[in-house]
């Protein structure tokens, strides 16, 4: 039975361990890292909505559906073997060991993160960072990946590469953290990790059929799903980066305050360098910077002042946004430019927080002693942050790489799906489901469908819909067409 109490004048959570020491809880704190959770747990599927706009309506639901699958394998995983490897005390300085395997033993200690909270508060907390790691990875597949091997892409991808990352970076055994590296809420094991995956996931796929012509010179097919996925991650930040305090005190309330304003000065300037190009006001590159203002603030959010903030959002709106011109250059396709956003924006909020963290900033919450970053004159901090951003790159880009490759070679596992399933969409290739009643086909196989002029004043011309289990003839002509493998656009 475990031994727990409440402070009569308190409300505190009282609890004693074996050796009769008893440890106090205060209910404030844990009722905060417990909103947090489900704060962060809400950026899941935010990242799949975002994503699910960026892309042609045939492939939309799919994106929603692998951020979700993600929660459940990772949920299991974290359960499993996950938790300990990340955070077992008895590890060493690249991953845990199996202490808690099945999370047995893990309730009401203090926890590795604060002794503010109990182990099994900081265990669901961090459980929301290791899903929605791999979530903003596997959106690389996007278009063109199969959605059943990711069951066991996922589980390996998270053993493999994110429980080692944040090991060595949260865990008081690992090496970046006894170094002195920085990393407040995820910059290396959540950010750097996941973008560099996906730009491992975009080069082992290859490019889409069509790349490099008009066919995927489309826009958003849904720019509502985009502004409603940053909503959802935005808000969720608060938590993400807010809750990384596991308290309730100053140091979360400046968490809090640096993330909003990144955010803020991250999309007005994402969104005016792409008002030079076409003088237009673009929702989806305000939520682009955004976004990448959010990302780059992560690692800092605990440890710098307001006015860095602006610098960060700055930096990072500027900065990511000419990474996106990257994959033209190295000739990958990031569908989606998940490396610009979270690798470039995670390896920028890195070397950021080595020049301006602050060890008064990181006193806030009355206990944290860091010796800060330039500004507080500790100039090897840089090497610190160069250090972490570059281990955490390397490994994540080969350590997918290879299990890309393993995957490949097993009968059933291959990640990359066939021609014709692109051409028809994943959604209905490999769920025989879609996010809409009508699919443009017009739009995404470059044949049209008899149509009539707008009526009763709509936008929207009114469409024929086909029985179900039927094709038009001009897509089935389509994809008669373009069946043999290897044919190009």
Same mark, same amino acid.
Not at 303 to 332: D, E, R, S
Not at 345 to 367: E, K, P, R, Y
Not at 370 to 399: C, P, R
């Given at each position: 039975?475990?031994?727990?109490?409440?402070?009569?004048?308190?409300?505190?959570?009282?609890?004693?361990?074996?050796?009769?020491?008893?440890?106090?809880?205060?209910?404030?704190?844990?009722?905060?890292?417990?909103? $947090?959770?489900?704060?962060?747990?809400?950026?899941?599927?935010?990242?799949?909505?975002?994503?699910?706009?960026?892309?042609?309506?045939?492939?939309?639901?799919?994106?929603?559906?692998?951020?979700?699958?993600?929660?459940?394998?990772?949920?299991?995983?974290?359960?499993?073997?996950?938790?300990?490897?990340?955070? $077992?005390?008895?590890?060493?300085?690249?991953?845990?060991?199996?202490?808690?395997?099945?999370?047995?033993?893990?309730?009401?200690?203090?926890?590795?993160?604060?002794?503010?909270?109990?182990?099994?508060?900081?265990?669901?907390?961090?459980?929301?960072?290791?899903?929605?790691?791999?979530?903003?990875?596997? /959106?690389?597949?996007?278009?063109?990946?199969?959605?059943?091997?990711?069951?066991?892409?996922?589980?390996?991808?998270?053993?493999?590469?994110?429980?080692?990352?944040?090991?060595?970076?949260?865990?008081?055994?690992?090496?970046?953290?006894?170094?002195?590296?920085?990393?407040?809420?995820?910059?290396?094991?959540?950010?750097?990790?996941?973008?560099?995956?996906?730009?491992?996931?975009?080069?082992?796929?290859?490019?889409?059929?069509?790349?490099?012509?008009?066919?995927?010179?489309?826009?958003?097919?849904?720019?509502?799903?985009?502004?409603?996925?940053?909503?959802?991650?935005?808000?969720?930040?608060?938590?993400?980066?807010?809750?990384?305090?596991?308290?309730?005190?100053?140091?979360?309330?400046?968490?809090?305050?640096?993330?909003?304003?990144?955010?803020?000065?991250?999309?007005?300037?994402?969104?005016?360098?792409?008002?030079?190009?076409?003088?237009?006001?673009?929702?989806?590159?305000?939520?682009?910077?955004?976004?990448?203002?959010?990302?780059?603030?992560?690692?800092?959010?605990?440890?710098?002042?307001?006015?860095?903030?602006?610098?960060?959002?700055?930096?990072?709106?500027?900065?990511?946004?000419?990474?996106?011109?990257?994959?033209?250059?190295?000739?990958?396709?990031?569908?989606?430019?998940?490396?610009?956003?979270?690798?470039?924006?995670?390896?920028?909020?890195?070397?950021?927080?080595?020049?301006?963290?602050?060890?008064?900033?990181?006193?806030?919450?009355?206990?944290?002693?860091?010796?800060?970053?330039?500004?507080?004159?500790?100039?090897?901090?840089?090497?610190?942050?160069?250090?972490?951003?570059?281990?955490?790159?390397?490994?994540?880009?080969?350590?997918?790489?290879?299990?890309?490759?393993?995957?490949?070679?097993?009968?059933?596992?291959?990640?990359?799906?066939?021609?014709?399933?692109?051409?028809?969409?994943?959604?209905?290739?490999?769920?025989?489901?879609?996010?809409?009643?009508?699919?443009?086909?017009?739009?995404?196989?470059?044949?049209?469908?008899?149509?009539?002029?707008?009526?009763? /004043?709509?936008?929207?011309?009114?469409?024929?819909?086909?029985?179900?289990?039927?094709?038009?003839?001009?897509?089935?002509?389509?994809?008669?067409?373009?069946?043999?493998?290897?044919?190009?656009?």
């Amino acid at each position: 039975m475990v031994d727990v109490s409440y402070t009569h004048t308190s409300g505190d959570l009282n609890w004693v361990d074996e050796s009769g020491k008893t440890i106090v809880y205060n209910l404030g704190d844990i009722a905060w890292t417990l909103a $947090s959770t489900a704060l962060v747990w809400l950026m899941i599927p935010g990242v799949g909505f975002f994503y699910s706009g960026l892309l042609r309506r045939k492939n939309a639901l799919s994106m929603i559906y692998v951020s979700l699958l993600s929660v459940a394998v990772v949920s299991f995983q974290w359960f499993f073997w996950g938790y300990s490897l990340a955070f $077992s005390e008895s590890g060493g300085p690249y991953i845990g060991d199996l202490k808690y395997f099945g999370l047995k033993g893990v309730l009401a200690q203090p926890s590795m993160g604060s002794p503010r909270i109990p182990a099994i508060v900081f265990c669901v907390y961090q459980l929301m960072f290791a899903a929605i790691t791999p979530a903003i990875a596997i /959106g690389a597949i996007a278009e063109r990946g199969r959605l059943g091997p990711l069951l066991v892409f996922i589980f390996a991808w998270s053993t493999l590469v994110y429980d080692p990352i944040a090991c060595w970076t949260w865990n008081s055994t690992g090496w970046s953290f006894i170094m002195g590296g920085l990393d407040f809420a995820g910059g290396t094991p959540v950010h750097i990790s996941s973008g560099t995956a996906a730009l491992a996931i975009s080069i082992y796929l290859g490019k889409r059929r069509g790349y490099g012509t008009e066919r995927l010179a489309y826009k958003p097919h849904n720019t509502t799903y985009v502004v409603l996925g940053t909503v959802f991650l935005w808000f969720g930040w608060f938590g993400f980066n807010g809750g990384s305090a596991l308290s309730a005190n100053l140091r979360a309330a400046q968490a809090c305050i640096v993330t909003n304003l990144a955010a803020s000065v991250g999309g007005l300037t994402w969104m005016l360098w792409d008002y030079r190009i076409e003088k237009k006001w673009s929702a989806v590159g305000f939520c682009s910077g955004a976004i990448a203002g959010l990302v780059a603030i992560t690692p800092g959010s605990g440890f710098v002042g307001a006015p860095a903030a602006v610098l960060f959002g700055a930096m990072a709106g500027t900065i990511c946004n000419f990474a996106t011109q990257l994959k033209f250059f190295a000739g990958y396709d990031d569908a989606l430019d998940i490396f610009a956003s979270h690798g470039v924006g995670g390896i920028i909020g890195n070397i950021l927080t080595a020049l301006f963290a602050q060890a008064s900033v990181a006193g806030f919450d009355g206990f944290t002693e860091i010796k800060g970053g330039w500004i507080d004159h500790h100039y090897v901090q840089l090497g610190y942050q160069i250090a972490d951003s570059v281990a955490g790159f390397s490994y994540s880009f080969a350590m997918t790489t290879i299990i890309l490759w393993i995957m490949h070679y097993i009968p059933g596992l291959r990640l990359r799906a066939s021609e014709d399933a692109e051409i028809l969409g994943i959604d209905d290739s490999e769920m025989g489901e879609f996010a809409y009643d009508y699919v443009g086909l017009e739009q995404e196989i470059g044949q049209s469908l008899d149509t009539l002029g707008a009526v009763g /004043g709509s936008r929207e011309p009114e469409h024929h819909h086909h029985q179900h289990g039927t094709r038009s003839a001009s897509a089935s002509s389509e994809l008669g067409q373009e069946k043999p493998a290897g044919a190009t656009a």
